[in-house]
């Protein structure tokens, strides 16, 4: 069997799964009125469910703890589960094998993905309990409006407590760690900015699919089309278990996106906004990007990928929060200064404003996934530069009168 099979059965379970909870979701919210209501600017004229979060969430979060536990029950030919076989890496590897030979596994992908989660268990539970905490942060904004303020001290809290806990268990088991730039550790100030970089690194990602949840569509539809692009990327360098988790997740976005492109029928709300944001940023820092035995200073660039792959998301994010401050605003104050509204402002339809978004990030995706190939500092700055005109493309279509500063704001930024 091919071992792309492995990634397949994960993505359309977690697929298919989000889809059957968006479908309950669209006929449980009414009922619990939990349900986003019109006003202000907002596009649609009849109350619209809200909870597709809940399904983006649930239907990653289950399928990967259903597949945490069945890879850590595993029974080894020698007897005992992969939970408590010996953590003598040759020895481990050799069981697994074994393993894959009795029970008929995928020959070349079984053995190195399982001891992938096995070693990354304490890492994926604390991710999974952090990304549980954004979600039910958000449930409760989605049902009466937390300060944008209390949300950001939320986001900060939680991100920290992750990056920290895991930087803790790092001391005993190196590849736990979820820093971004460790290099940094030689300046003489430790892990502090590399920790903080990873923090702001994350609460940034975090934050720019939440203010990309202006639109039908939208925020999930970028996020699979980045998370396509990392995936791409950490099967090309064998980040076998990272390329899983991204599977997952890809799943997740479009069972949902079934039923949220326009024209919608429920909203994600920002228990899915803000659980799509984080999901991304856990996972760029923990996709590495350098390909295997490549030393960092032959390919630098390399770290700049996930930059290149979010240059749409961040580019949004500055921008409107640049202007929001520029007229003595917060930059958390919603209006509707968002590339998505100029560009239906110059006479898109919605529909077709959210397409040209998406291709617009997959052209600069695209080049992202490049970069780990690139063995040169030229050709790297080829790659950089388009991603630079492709912006400017972006700035040249966003050139529209900006709405009048006295508009009222709206719940999502």
């Not at 479908?23 to 619209?48: Q, S, Y």
């Amino acid at each position: 069997m091919p071992s792309g099979w492995t990634f397949l059965i994960a993505g359309a379970g977690s697929f298919l799964l989000s889809s059957m909870l968006t479908r309950a979701m669209i006929w449980l919210a009414p009922k619990i009125g939990f349900v986003d209501k019109p006003g202000h600017r907002k596009i649609h004229a009849n109350p619209k469910p809200l909870g597709g979060g809940v399904a983006i969430f649930w239907s990653f979060a289950l399928l990967l703890g259903i597949g945490l536990c069945a890879t850590l029950s595993v029974k080894t030919s020698h007897g005992g589960s992969i939970l408590t076989s010996t953590d003598d890496p040759a020895e481990f590897a050799e069981k697994l094998r074994a393993t894959e030979r009795q029970h008929f596994l995928l020959p070349g992908i079984t053995a190195p993905l399982t001891q992938g989660v096995r070693q990354q268990a304490p890492l994926l539970i604390g991710f999974l309990l952090a990304t549980l905490c954004m979600h039910v942060m958000g449930l409760i904004d989605d049902k009466r409006a937390l300060g944008p303020y209390s949300k950001l001290i939320v986001q900060l809290a939680v991100t920290t407590a992750l990056v920290v806990t895991m930087e803790v268990l790092a001391q005993h088991t190196p590849s736990l760690r979820l820093r971004v730039l460790t290099t940094l550790d030689s300046l003489g100030a430790g892990a502090a900015p590399s920790i903080i970089l990873t923090v702001l690194w994350i609460v940034a990602i975090t934050n720019a699919f939440n203010f990309l949840d202006n639109m039908d569509g939208l925020s999930a539809g970028i996020a699979a089309v980045c998370a396509i692009s990392f995936l791409i990327a950490a099967i090309s360098i064998g980040q076998l278990f990272v390329a899983a988790t991204l599977t997952i997740f890809i799943g997740s976005l479009l069972g949902f996106l079934c039923w949220n492109f326009p024209p919608s029928k429920i909203f994600m709300g920002d228990s899915g906004s803000l659980v799509v944001g984080f999901i991304l940023g856990v996972l760029t820092v923990r996709t590495t990007f350098l390909p295997p035995n490549a030393e960092l200073a032959a390919g630098w660039w390399t770290v700049l990928a996930p930059i290149v792959v979010l240059a749409v998301p961040l580019y949004d994010l500055i921008v409107v929060s640049m202007i929001r401050m520029s007229r003595g605003k917060s930059p958390f104050q919603g209006d509707t200064n968002h590339f998505s509204h100029r560009l239906v402002a110059r006479g898109m339809s919605r529909r077709t404003a959210v397409l040209c978004i998406y291709l617009v990030t997959a052209s600069t995706s695209i080049a992202a996934v490049l970069l780990p190939q690139v063995r040169t500092t030229f050709a790297a700055m080829l790659i950089f530069g388009q991603t630079i005109l492709v912006l400017g493309v972006v700035l040249l279509l966003e050139q529209h009168p900006l709405p009048m500063p006295h508009e009222q704001p709206t719940k999502t930024p």
